[in-house]
Nanobody, 116 residues
Framework: VQLQASGGGLVQAGGSLRLSCAAS????????MGWYRQAPGKQRELVAT???????TYADSVKGRFTISRDNAKNTVYLQMNGLKPEDTAVYYC???????????WGQGTLVTVSS
């Protein structure tokens, strides 16, 4: 399954972006989907997860600012990012989480750059 992330761009601090991740196949059987990010020189980190039932979790660094959602009918996962900070600058990817991590290809991700 190919995972294509999009929606990134350059935004000023305090701004918003909405990322989308479209899967080439069904994600309905992937119990937990997540958004990851990788900043330059840092390891990839998990920032948000969502189950098929809609339960969400967030990293402390994004809690209250980011919202993850999924549309299984469209095989798409979204990440609404508000109140962006320069430290949110990274390449963002989506994939499964836990045992489902790597079910799809990581692809090139989508670059988010937040200027101060």
């Amino acid at each position: 399954v190919q995972l294509q992330a999009s929606g990134g761009g350059l935004v000023q601090a305090g701004g918003s972006l909405r990322l989308s991740c479209a899967a080439s196949g069904s994600i309905s059987s992937i119990n937990v989907m997540g958004w990851y990010r990788q900043a330059p020189g840092k390891q990839r980190e998990l920032v948000a997860t969502i189950t098929t039932g809609g339960t969400t979790t967030y990293a402390d660094s994004v809690k209250g600012r980011f919202t993850i959602s999924r549309d299984n009918a469209k095989n798409t996962v979204y990440l609404q990012m508000n109140g962006l900070k320069p430290e949110d600058t990274a390449v963002y990817y989506c994939n499964g989480v836990g045992v489902w991590r790597g079910f799809g290809s990581w692809g090139q991700g989508t670059l988010v750059t937040v200027s101060s």
